[in-house]
Structures are given as structure tokens and as C-alpha cells.
């Protein structure tokens, strides 16, 4: 069998042909999943005058609506628990019915880890689902109604808590 033909390895190449924005390399997730989106903005996000992250955007012709990619580069050490809490208290701005932010919270819990200095974590919203990536592996996702759109309010809503980092955000580079 020669490695390029053998059928499992077509059958790999046959799915990354499908779905190209989980192709992941070691280039690092950032770097493949926003084929075909444009990059738009970035900015710092800080709190009490901390810089935890560093976001950036990529999107298509509208970056309020999907598909689009949201690439956070952590400053800091933050445990995913506090990411979550974090993501839920910022989503209430947006969602007023606590049943589905309980949901969210616990699907989240599941999949956000705990960061470090120089880690990243990307949000690609493709559809109703809001897939995370990490290192070049997918840390999970979520498709419920309505998380999408809450989840990506956190930066791109006009009632966000950053207004600043949401117009860096929106800027076309």
C-alpha cells in the first residue's frame, strides 16, 4: 500500500474537504480555522487595569453574523471555572432567562481548561454551533439555541461591558 492512496488516508483527506475550518496543523488552530474569513479587528481586554487577553476577529462580510472566529491570547494564568463564570455573568447582559445561562454554564465547564501565559483559545461559530479550539485540538462545542449568539455578544454586542475592545474588534484590518 503506498501511504497517499490507502483508503483510510483518503477517507481522512475526503473529510478535511468537507469541513476545512477543523484542519488543524501545528501552525496552531488560529491559523487554519479562519480560512475563507477575513480578519477584522483586535484589541486588549482589561480588568482593573490587568491585561488578561488579547482578542482577534475574523468573520466574513459581516462579522455579526456567522461564520466567524474569535481568537482570545491569554496574558495571564485563569482557571476555567473562572472562564466560565466569567462568560455566564457577561451572556446575563444579553440573556435574561437564567434556565439555558445553567445549561451553558455546565456545558462550558466542560470544556474551557485552565490557561496560562501565551495560551489561546478560538470560538469558531459556524452555523448554531460554537466550536473551541485549542493547540490544534478541539476542546468541544456547543449548539444550543441561542448560546451562539449570546456567547459572541461577550465582545461584539453594543451593550457589552468592553466598548472599547468591541469597536477595535469591528474595525476591518
Request: proline share 6%; aromatic share 8%; glycine share 10%.
Amino acid at each position: 500500500m503506498r501511504g497517499p492512496s490507502s483508503p483510510a488516508r483518503r477517507a481522512v483527506l475526503r473529510a478535511l474537504g468537507v469541513v476545512p475550518w477543523l484542519c488543524l496543523s501545528s501552525a496552531g488552530a488560529g491559523e487554519d480555522l479562519h480560512a475563507g474569513l477575513k480578519r477584522w479587528g483586535s484589541g486588549d481586554y482589561r480588568r482593573f487595569g490587568v491585561l488578561v487577553y488579547a482578542a482577534t476577529l475574523w468573520a466574513g462580510d459581516d462579522p455579526q453574523r456567522p461564520p466567524r472566529m474569535l481568537r482570545l491570547d491569554y496574558k495571564r494564568h485563569i482557571e476555567g471555572r473562572a472562564i466560565v463564570a466569567a462568560s455566564v455573568r457577561e451572556m446575563r447582559r444579553f440573556v435574561a432567562d437564567e434556565a439555558p445561562l445553567r445549561r451553558w454554564a455546565e456545558a462550558m465547564q466542560g470544556i474551557f481548561p485552565d490557561v496560562d501565559a501565551g495560551d489561546h483559545i478560538v470560538g469558531l461559530h459556524a452555523g448554531d454551533r460554537v466550536s473551541f479550539h485549542q493547540d490544534g485540538r478541539v476542546l468541544g462545542s456547543i449548539d444550543a439555541p441561542g448560546f451562539a449568539e449570546g456567547f459572541f455578544a461577550i465582545w461584539l454586542d453594543a451593550r457589552t461591558s468592553a466598548p472599547a475592545l468591541r469597536a477595535a474588534l469591528l474595525r476591518l484590518a
